[in-house]
């Protein structure tokens, strides 16, 4: 059993991901540091064609792969999670970048946090956007006194390119997209179902995650800023006050 | 005000007056030279929230506890406000913003919860406490509650809070949203010009909003988002983060693109502070309850859609037998005016919505009624002429109607100046078909009309027709004995009410006034829709009443005829109250007119009819009294049989159970 899997989701990326698996694998390098041990893994949902070949070259040769038919990212991560073989989940998608020390600064971050008996996922303090937007968003921890119980019901407050234990993802696996009644945002939904479970989310300082935002037409635009979260039982008027896990234990 | 002096500054802060030489050469605090003090009291402020994070952390959390204290926990506020009373020989019920200030000029590193922890290197002692309370003039200001801040809300004092904000040049604040409490305002506009003096740009906006998210703690918590997004950009530049940032772009470049770095370092609450305190503000209006079923309406005005909205409340207050009218709540979307209270339930929840957010930017208006909706998680959601709504149900209405029961009203068309037809069954009938579970019409003849246009097959589900019940009537006038003797001699009286609109036909009736000047035509209404314009001109015998809050209050049996002369409409409300009274009616047969006026008990004119034409009717009324109100008395007894609350409750209890698969 690993310490850690770095699990990357890919759908239609090719050339793309070449700066994904660099900083992915100087993050796993820095983690090895650490002496931590890292399982690699690439997870093809529904890949566009050349995908696969591309992938075969021996850059990636540590890397295992594994195929999947969903046509959604949660449930590719979902099926990710069941196959991974360490103790913590790393998940990027194949477009974005980790800063080198995300890996083994969260890792140690939370084997420290389970050592004292807290249930906790890993998240960088900064999100960067880069290509087609051009700024940064700090995360807060869900401990943070500008975090409001509120501000997650407009705001994904942690997406997907988190740290997390194993057991997070197998106790709360990512929701079903449907995209036509509406409901898209699957890491919003994990997010506050996690947080209304108990498990507290912590920001690593001095950590980064670079995503990457092409840009895109004004429909997928309009799709995507409609999108909501199918469970609203988290963000209910008389649940959203208890939110934020007051207790630093799950 | 505050008079600072060296004796009220903590020795660890008399070194950093060293720097106040340094200091000056900053622009913002040149232009602050003026006024010594108050270069201290924000220096010395800056120092104490420029803390580590960490401590900050720990300050805002104690502060927050001891200023509000978590709702799971009102033993544990009282207890530390005990302490604190007991130490300082303050009462328990002081301001504790207020002392939360004072303390914060005073630059006293800590907070007062590490009094109560005994006091700890980093925190004050009791002495300390005490040194800082007692025997200063300034608690004198202290001997008023939190909560008794609220303050009056008198017209006068929204005006004042108006004035306030006009001086400081954002008017556009809801002045609800302050309540009306001119010294609350004054104190957030003060805290606002302190922080912008000390270099954290905010406005009024967003101190309210601030104030809201973090009570007690609003101009800390300005302070810290805008400290830290400086410290943020110094570290992804300049600092420990910008070596990860430049390693990054050893594989891809691109995330150093452009040159210029990063547009905005946010800091949550994002991506709006104003958004996330205006849902705070409009759960804590709803106390934070769950509802079983949601009107939503655009006002509560004058107008028959506002009635509909009440009737379909009294209908869901009785709809099952656990429920009650706390359970409802009734959402006004884009006016804040509930004129008619008296005709909801009593206990429903009102929610003033747009008296209550802090933006009144239509995607915010969105998100945040989307929010409310969900967050009531309602078994019915019902739309009546709410615009918002509306809008949002083109986005998300498979959301309502996938989670709770969603209806929507459809009452009449509209009708353009230029004749066109408009409105919502024009804009949202086939678009939101399939978004809904059903849209509900008040008259046959609207669903007639949309079957018609869409050619649906006969049993098409979805539309449904419901008639309006009356809404405590009046009991079916006597025409008064006195006029009946004197119709020879008094001048006969003809009634009329509604909206002064172009919808309503004001010219209409003046045109028949003028050509009756024997006859008074006493007016109830105002311009509503058309507000702004009074197309009522002044006649001898056109006797305007103002507004009624009660039909009962009308004199009705001095009544010849009730004159009803609308260009358009649906089955209006005010037609079935005067028909349920026995009034006769003259009237124009449009839209759903005629499902009231009944043939031969009423007279109903055409459409086109002339003034000329209502002349001639209202003239025959007049001439057989007797005859007219006998027929009238026959329609009073057929209407209140066909539009009672019962018939009512049970025709949307078969509707709603559609949703439900029953």
């Known amino acids: ?250 | 005000m505050h008079q600072s002096s060296l004796d009220d500054i903590s020795p660890p802060f008399v070194g950093v007056l060293a720097f106040l030489g340094n200091l000056s050469r900053v622009k913002g605090v040149r232009e602050m030279a003026s006024d010594k003090r108050r270069i201290l009291a924000a220096f010395l402020y800056l120092s104490c929230i420029s803390a580590s994070k960490t401590q900050f952390h720990a300050q805002t959390r104690a502060f927050r506890a001891m200023l509000q204290g978590p709702k799971e926990s009102r033993s544990g506020q009282l207890l530390q406000r005990r302490a604190l009373a007991r130490i300082s020989g303050l009462p328990q019920e002081v301001s504790y913003k207020r002392l939360f200030r004072r303390w914060v000029d005073a630059g006293i590193p800590g907070n007062p919860m590490g009094i109560l922890a005994g006091g700890t290197s980093e925190q004050p002692d009791e002495d300390a406490f005490k040194d800082f309370v007692l025997n200063r003039a300034w608690t004198g200001e202290l001997a008023t509650s939190d909560d008794a801040e609220k303050g009056p809300t008198t017209s006068a004092s929204f005006q004042e809070v108006h004035g306030l904000l006009a001086q400081i040049g954002e008017p556009e604040v809801p002045q609800q949203v302050l309540n009306g409490n001119p010294q609350a305002t004054a104190e957030i506009i003060a805290d606002m010009k302190r922080l912008n003096a000390a270099g954290y740009a905010t406005n009024i906006t967003s101190m309210v909003a601030h104030q809201t998210l973090y009570p007690g703690e609003a101009m800390a918590m300005v302070a810290e988002r805008g400290r830290r997004a400086k410290e943020l950009k110094q570290r992804l530049t300049t600092g420990a983060m910008a070596a990860l940032v430049r390693k990054a772009a050893q594989f891809e470049p691109l995330v150093a693109h452009p040159a210029r770095g990063p547009n905005s370092y946010v800091i949550p609450p994002n991506p709006n502070v104003a958004l996330t305190a205006s849902l705070k503000r409009l759960y804590d209006e709803l106390e934070r309850r769950p509802a079983k079923h949601v009107v939503v309406t655009n006002r509560c005005g004058m107008s028959g859609a506002a009635r509909v909205a009440a009737t379909a409340s009294h209908a869901f207050a009785t709809l099952e037998p656990d429920t009650s009218p706390d359970d409802i709540v009734v959402i006004r979307t884009e006016h804040s005016d509930l004129e008619y209270p008296q005709w909801f339930p009593e206990g429903v929840r009102h929610l003033d919505f747009p008296g209550l957010i802090l933006s009144s930017a239509q995607p915010e208006r969105k998100k945040l009624l989307l929010a409310v909706l969900r967050g009531l998680a309602p078994q019915t959601i019902l739309n009546v002429n709410s615009r918002l709504l509306w809008d949002i149900t083109l986005a998300h209405g498979k959301v309502f109607s996938d989670q709770s029961r969603f209806f929507a009203y459809f009452f009449c068309s509209d009708m353009r100046a230029d004749g066109y037809e408009a409105g919502y069954p024009v804009e949202f009938f086939y678009r939101a078909m399939g978004e809904v579970n059903g849209f509900i019409t008040d008259s046959d003849d609207l669903a007639d009309t949309l079957r018609s246009r869409y050619m649906l097959p006969d049993n098409a589900p979805g539309l449904h027709v419901l008639r309006t019940p009356l809404l405590d009537p009046v009991p079916p006038v006597q025409r008064a004995p006195s006029d009946a003797d004197a119709t020879t001699t008094a001048r006969p009286k003809i009634l009329w009410a509604g909206r002064f609109d172009r919808q309503k036909r004001v010219d209409l009736l003046v045109e028949i006034a003028r050509t009756m000047p024997d006859v008074d035509f006493l007016v109830w209404g105002k311009a509503v829709l058309d507000a702004g314009r009074d197309p009522m001109p002044s006649l001898p015998n056109l006797i305007r009443k103002g507004t009624y809050s009660d039909f009962a209050e009308l004199p009705l049996s001095e009544a010849h005829a009730w004159l009803y002369t609308s260009a358009w409409d649906g089955v209006p409300t005010l037609l079935m109250d005067v028909a349920a009274a026995g009034v006769p009616l003259v009237g124009s047969l449009v839209g759903g007119t005629g499902e009231v006026m009944h043939d031969g008990l009423a007279v109903g004119l055409k459409p086109d009819a002339s003034a000329k034409d209502y002349v001639t009717a209202i003239r025959q009324v007049i001439a057989d009294q007797e005859g007219a109100w006998a027929r009238a008395a026959i329609l009073a007894d057929r209407i209140r049989d066909e539009r009672n609350l019962t018939r009512y409750r049970e025709d949307l209890r078969d509707i709603l159970a559609q949703k439900d698969g029953n």
């Open chain 1, 1 to 250: 059993m690993a310490d850690i899997a770095a699990l990357v989701t890919v759908h239609g990326e090719t050339v793309l991901a070449g700066p994904t698996f660099g900083s992915a694998e100087a993050a796993i390098a820095q983690a090895e540091l650490a002496g931590l041990t890292v399982e690699r893994r690439i997870g093809f949902d529904r890949p566009k064609p050349g995908v696969l070949d591309h992938f075969e070259q021996s850059a990636f040769d540590g890397w295992i792969k594994t195929v999947h038919d969903f046509g959604d990212q949660g449930a590719t991560r979902n099926a990710l999670a069941q196959l991974a073989g360490a103790d913590f989940l790393a998940f990027l998608d194949a477009d974005d970048l980790w800063s080198e020390n995300f890996l083994s600064e969260g890792t140690l971050e939370l084997k420290r946090l389970r050592d004292q008996g807290v249930k906790a996922i890993a998240h960088p303090e900064v999100n960067w956007f880069f290509e087609g937007h051009n700024n940064c968003l700090q995360l807060l921890s869900s401990d943070d006194p500008l975090m409001t119980p509120e501000y997650c019901v407009f705001a994904n407050p942690y997406d997907a390119m988190g740290l997390a234990p194993r057991e997070a993802h197998l106790d709360f696996p990512y929701g079903g997209r449907d995209t036509a009644a509406g409901y898209a945002v699957e890491d919003w939904q994990w997010s506050l179902e996690t947080l209304a479970a108990g498990w507290k989310h912590v920001v690593i300082e001095n950590t980064i995650v670079f995503k990457r935002r092409q840009a895109m037409s004004q429909s997928r635009i309009a799709t995507q800023a409609a999108a909501v979260v199918r469970n609203y039982e988290p963000l209910r008027i008389d649940r959203l006050s208890q939110l934020i896990p007051t207790s630093s234990s799950g």
